[in-house]
């Protein structure tokens, strides 16, 4: 499995930012997908964005325009830089890996998860 870290949550307040990070172990495979899910008390885990190297970056109609993923190799760091941000997307926030396809989305598609960073937007 690939060890996964997270970092970068806290409170902000209605329009702000925030910038996520996950490291991830030198046996990731650099043409695997590196996923962001969240997900807040009560509700499933949903996918946020994706970065898949070799198909594309995917974003849910949630963020799109609002969330941009970024990656340093060097660093073995993926971001999730957060703007705009809304009381619905107070969650927790999970990177994971080993994707499996088809659907970037699919929490099951996935064997490799961190163990998340909280993220709460006030209004």
């Known amino acids: 499995r690939v060890l996964l870290v997270e970092s970068g949550g806290g409170s902000v307040q209605t329009g702000g930012s925030l910038t996520l990070s996950c490291t991830y172990s030198?046996?990731?495979?650099?043409?695997?997908?590196l996923t962001w899910f969240r997900q807040a008390p009560g509700k499933q885990r949903e996918g946020v964005a994706a970065?898949?190297?070799?198909?594309?970056?995917f974003y849910s109609d949630a963020v799109k325009g609002r969330f941009t993923l970024s990656r340093d190799n060097a660093e073995n760091t993926v971001f999730l830089q957060m703007n705009s941000l809304k009381p619905e997307d107070t969650a927790m926030y999970f990177c994971a890996a080993d994707y499996r396809g088809p659907r970037w989305s699919d929490q099951s598609n996935y064997r490799s998860w961190g163990q998340g960073t909280q993220v709460t937007v006030s209004s």
């Open positions: 970065f898949c190297p070799t198909i594309a970056t």
């Open positions: 030198d046996n990731f495979d650099n043409s695997d997908c």
